[in-house]
C-alpha cells in the first residue's frame, strides 16, 4: 500500500511553469508505476501522464489529450517522490491534479490506487 501527499500547485499566468511533486511512501512504490492525473470543475478525471517504475518509460496524454500536454509537460521519479514539470501553461490546464499508484503501466484510472487529495493548479490568461 502506498501514501501519496501532492504538492506545488498554484496560481501562475498563461506561460509560466509549475512543478507538481508527489511524495510517496509505503512498501509497493519501487514497483508502481506513478501516473499524474487531473480534474477540472464540472469534469471528469483525465490521464495526463504515466512512469514506469523504473523511470525507463513514460506516456503522455490519451487521444484527447496528448497533443494538448505533449513537449510541455515531463513527468519524472526519484527514490521518494513523483513530479511533473509544467511548463508553458495554458488555462485550459487549470484543475485539481492527483497521483496515483498502479500495478503496471496505463492510462486507466481505474486501475490506480493510493489517490492523494491532489492539488490546485490555476493558470490566469
Known amino acids: 500500500q502506498v501514501q501519496l501527499v501532492e504538492s506545488g500547485g498554484g496560481l501562475v499566468q498563461a506561460g509560466g511553469s509549475l512543478r507538481l511533486s508527489c511524495a510517496v511512501s509505503?512498501?509497493?512504490?519501487?514497483?508502481?508505476?506513478m501516473g499524474w492525473f487531473r480534474q477540472a470543475p464540472g469534469k471528469e478525471r483525465h490521464f495526463v501522464a504515466v512512469i514506469s517504475w523504473n523511470g525507463g518509460t513514460t506516456y503522455y496524454g490519451t487521444t484527447d489529450y496528448a497533443d494538448s500536454v505533449k513537449g510541455r509537460f515531463t513527468i519524472s521519479r526519484d527514490r521518494n517522490t513523483v513530479y511533473l514539470q509544467m511548463n508553458s501553461l495554458k488555462p485550459e490546464d487549470t484543475a485539481v491534479y492527483y497521483c496515483?499508484?498502479?500495478?503496471?503501466?496505463?492510462?486507466?484510472?481505474?486501475?490506480?490506487?493510493?489517490w492523494g487529495q491532489g492539488t490546485q493548479v490555476t493558470v490566469t490568461s
Open positions: 509505503g512498501r509497493t512504490f519501487t514497483s508502481a508505476a
Open positions: 496515483a499508484a498502479a500495478n503496471r503501466l496505463t492510462t486507466t484510472a481505474e486501475l490506480y490506487h493510493g
